[in-house]
């Protein structure tokens, strides 16, 4: 079964710091990539990670604030130098076209530009549901969830004993319906499993939000932001991120499996107290950092491997 991997190339917030970097995560199914905010550093990232420079690609930005698009000429300039020839689709907050965007005739490819005015929607992109609903941060901030499609799987014994074979099976998966002898043959019938489909879903910088809690539900991957802790924000209230036990609250809420929290303050040299913050109410929580990459498996019960550093192979 087709596996998600999600790669993490910066996971700091507001200054870039080489061990953290600034926000800019990768998601690969199938050889599509997406990429979630691009941070300064970003093309860096993409080619240690190796993900392919005519890969079929979607860039999708929470919002305008320079740690999160600062990265994203550079790295349409590198992927240019290096040969792409493949269109790239850019989905962005409304307004946000000059700010992000700018001398696009360099480029030896074209861009498709989206702009999101909506307080939530949905696109179909690359085979995958990209949903996105508004939150609580800059002006036109958006938070995202990707989800593949759910796959089935057929009883062999009873295609067998109904004479459906080879492409009869595929066309039965395509269309919903074969004719065999005269007869027509429902997809129904044959199903003997539905595998639901990976969702990965991203906070992007914002306030605690009902909204974001149902995009997760039921995410097998939640990155949330995690900015300061409960601690902190108490005595600077005007800040609009989350906590990480807002973020693990979240988790929580959404039944999501698996919670990763990043997007740390520059105030901390070391995050593990935001760590064991988020962990007191959502046990299966893990930090972000620079060069991790999470594998998801396809099956209906989802493995997670995790692996550190750019240097090692997934």
């Known amino acids: 079964m087709p596996r998600v991997d999600v790669f993490f190339g910066g996971v700091g917030a507001t200054q870039p710091r080489y061990s953290r970097g600034l926000p800019c995560i990768f998601l690969r199914w199938m050889g599509r990539i997406f990429i979630l905010d691009v941070g300064e550093g970003c093309q860096e990232s993409f080619l240690n990670f190796k993900l ?3 890969a079929p690609l979607a860039v999708l930005i ?3 604030h320079g740690d999160h698009i600062l990265g994203l000429r550079p790295l349409l300039q590198t992927l240019s130098l290096n040969g792409r020839k493949r269109k790239i689709t850019i989905i ?3 307004f946000s076209r000059d700010s992000v965007l700018d001398g696009l005739a360099a480029y030896n490819y074209p861009v498709e530009y989206t702009e999101l005015a909506s307080e939530e929607g949905m696109i179909n992109l690359l085979d995958v549901s990209i949903k996105y609903v508004r939150v609580p941060h800059a002006p036109f901030s958006y938070a995202y969830s990707i989800e593949t499609p759910s796959r089935v799987k057929l009883n062999p014994e009873k295609l067998d004993s109904d004479k459906i074979r080879g492409a009869d099976r595929k066309r039965l998966l395509e269309e919903g319906v074969v004719e ?4 027509k043959r429902f997809l129904e019938l044959y199903v003997k499993e539905r595998v639901p489909g990976i969702k990965v879903t991203y906070s992007g910088d914002t306030l605690p939000s009902h909204r974001l809690a149902s995009l997760a539900r039921g995410s097998d991957l939640l990155i949330h932001e995690a900015t300061l802790s409960t601690k902190d924000w108490e005595h600077n209230t005007e800040t609009p991120h989350s906590t990480p036990r ?3 609250l979240c988790a929580l809420y959404s039944k999501s499996r698996l919670l990763v929290i990043f997007h740390y303050s520059v105030r901390y040299r070391h995050v593990y107290e935001l760590l064991e913050e988020a962990k007191r109410v959502f046990p299966r929580t893990i930090l972000a950092e620079r060069g991790m990459r999470i594998a998801i498996s396809g099956r209906k019960e989802r493995v997670f491997s995790i692996i550190y550093g750019f240097e090692r192979e997934l």
């Open 52 to 54: 392919g420079v005519n």
């Open 62 to 64: 929470s919002h305008a």
């Open 180 to 183: 065999i002898e005269g007869r």
């Open 246 to 248: 807002e973020a693990a």
């Open 92 to 94: 962005a907050p409304a």
